[in-house]
């Protein structure tokens, strides 16, 4: 095999809404969820030599869902990988905006690719959602339901949005927000789909966070931008378990000025469908 390097995007994705229906046995939470890309992106190169994977911002390797997951690759295939990986970050971390989770999902399907597809989707998925609740919907990308602890995926019609993103430059721990989770953050008779109708016809306002709400609970940096995008007269939402505050539609001078003086990243986005 000749070396070669292949540059892939990697998208963000925002939850459009997300609701807790209640504490499974194996310890999780069953959730209901409407999952999104956005053009926000990691850059990830692809290249032959040993197995490795490094980032921009030198998340340890053993840590990082790319490595894990390619570890696991290699099981199911039964052979070592050769293939190098290194990603330029550009999606803020603990944001809820799901970098790592698109970054795992992407990666094995770019390498499932190059070694002529030996796994199936399903094979490809059983592995993501080892390493991610979020990364089986990377795998499709687009606009999509998730049941179950986010891994159960059912892509739908693509909603083509506009949308602000305002990430205060504050890691959140997803773990910590669903330690809060008690009987008051439940809907445990969602109408799941009048909620996709709305969401297909453009209409948002059925949209809700409960895990986000609790996540501005434990961090007031976030309650404070969820107010000041309420203020100035636009409906904000939470992605995941938070940091990042987004709503739909364009920035406006008055939210780009705020952002910048309170020292907020600011980032405007449109749907994306590319995956």
Known sequence: MSKFVI?????????????????????????????????????????????????????????????????????????????????????????????????????????????????????LKEIAQSVSSDAVFFLYGGTAVGRGRGEAVEPIRHVDLKITLIYPNLQVSTRRVYSMVSHTSLTPNLDSDKI????????????????????????????????????????????GSGSCIFYIGEASQEVKKGALLRGWKLYQVRSYDGV
């Not at 809404?17 to 053009?39: A, N, P």
């Not at 999606?91 to 809820?96: E, L, M, T």
């Not at 989770?101 to 597809?117: M, T």
């Not at 609970?217 to 939470?238: A, N, Q, T």
Request: charged share 25%.
């Open 196 to 239: 996709i109708q709305s969401v297909l016809e453009g209409r948002f306002e059925v949209l809700e966070n409960r895990l986000g709400e609790l996540a501005m609970e434990l961090f007031p940096e976030m309650r404070e931008v969820y107010r000041f995008v309420e203020y100035l007269g636009y409906r904000p939402m939470i992605s």
């Open 7 to 123: 540059k892939l995007l990697s998208p963000a994705k925002v939850n459009l809404g997300l609701w807790l229906l209640g504490k499974r046995d194996d310890g999780y939470h069953e959730i209901f969820t409407i999952y999104h890309t956005v053009s926000l992106f990691d850059e990830v190169f692809i290249k032959e030599g040993p197995l490795k994977v490094e980032t921009s911002n030198n998340i340890p390797q053993e840590e990082n869902l790319v490595y894990k997951a390619l570890r696991l690759m290699e099981r199911r295939l039964g052979k070592e990988l050769e293939f190098s990986v290194y990603i330029h970050k550009n999606i803020p971390q603990g944001a809820g905006l799901g970098g790592g989770s698109s970054n795992c999902a992407l990666v094995l399907k770019a390498i499932n690719s190059l070694l002529g597809e030996p796994l199936s989707i399903e094979e």
